[in-house]
């Protein structure tokens, strides 16, 4: 079990020692040297085109599980900015950690890595490793999922945990796939038993509760919503924190980034954490009529999402879907208008704290989970509302 180069099959065209992130691979004779750096991240192997490279990783059983130990978060960040959901995940693990009797890492790669040491030691990590080198200040798998690999190979956390975010939901089936390992997508539920980790998410339209576990393989891997658990810091804890050795050389040319297009604009917080949330469904009939809870949300310094159903129809970006199949919410204030609401729904906003319907059907399923409920034309009692509250908050 391992890896290996095959020198008779081997050119000296010296594609592996510009793929490997950790600089294990050195030229020889013509020939390519693995040395004891190696993580067995098997970036190089794809890069091979001359099938020089046996690689084989042991698998389920034949793994050590006494060897594997600490909760290992990946950190997300966004433009050089830390995302919260790096802050919930690394709180959870600190809560599972102690309960394992173990440590927590993060790993948090880009220019703005550094400035994340105090904020993650004070919500719970004991060591950060990490890299501040531009090239991860966008996302790119072909750039992160060996580093990633080859980290945790080399570590050996029990438990590596992702957010359920596009790039979250991107990168761990990569790292699970290099690692052989299972994954469970999109968690609602952390909890420890017996040393292994359980992890709930919902099935079958969110009408029950599966509970999965992984007792064959190391790590066990999740991704797990946004919003779910709380940013739980205070604890002042200093992290040690290692610099990760990266090849200056590599390269991924798998994927170029061209063009980036942003939905967002600039300076309002997504909806993941904005505190302010206006939501708007089939109700709104069209896109336009969306300015109706744009104005209630600048008046609220808030931010819009949607509904599946506005999405699907067109009227708004998927970055703003909520729900099952979109994204989870906790804000302070959540304005469900013209959304039935429906179970898929309830699921991504019912980390609300206070929720606020309004539709003119009075069985909307939405009504049974609303703080406050407006039976009413959303057209006549949005705008009304917004008036109300520039006039309360001195803007009118």
Known sequence: MGIEIMREKCVGCAACVKACPFNAISMKDGKAVIGPECTLCGACVKHCRFDAIEFERPRGKEVDHSSYRGVWVYCETRRGKLMHSALELVSRARELADELGEEVGAMVFGSGAPETFTVLGDHGADVVHFSSESRFDEYLTGNLAPLVSGLILKHRPGIVLFPATHTGRDLAPRVA???????????????????????SRPAFGG??????????????????????????????????????????????????????VRTSKEGVKGIEEADIVISGGGGMKNAENFRVLEELAATLNGTVGASRVAVDAGWRPRS??????????????????????????????RGSEVVVAINKDPSAPIFKVADYGIVGDLFQVVPALNEAFRELLGGG
């Open 177 to 199: 796939a290099s690692l052989a390992v299972g994954l469970t997508a999109d968690c609602t539920g952390l909890a420890v038993q017996d040393g292994l980790l359980i992890q």
């Open 207 to 260: 009408n029950i509760m599966a509970d999965i576990v992984s007792p064959d393989v190391r790590p066990q891997m999740a991704t797990v919503r946004p919003n779910v658990f709380k940013a739980r810091g205070g604890l002042g804890k200093k992290p040690d924190t290692f610099e990760v050795n990266l090849n200056e050389g590599m390269i991924d040319a798998t994927v170029r980034i061209i063009e980036i």
């Open 320 to 349: 703003d879907q909520i729900g099952q199949t979109g994204k989870t919410i906790s804000p302070k204030l959540y304005i469900a208008c013209g959304i039935s609401g429906k179970i898929q729904h309830q699921v991504g906003m």
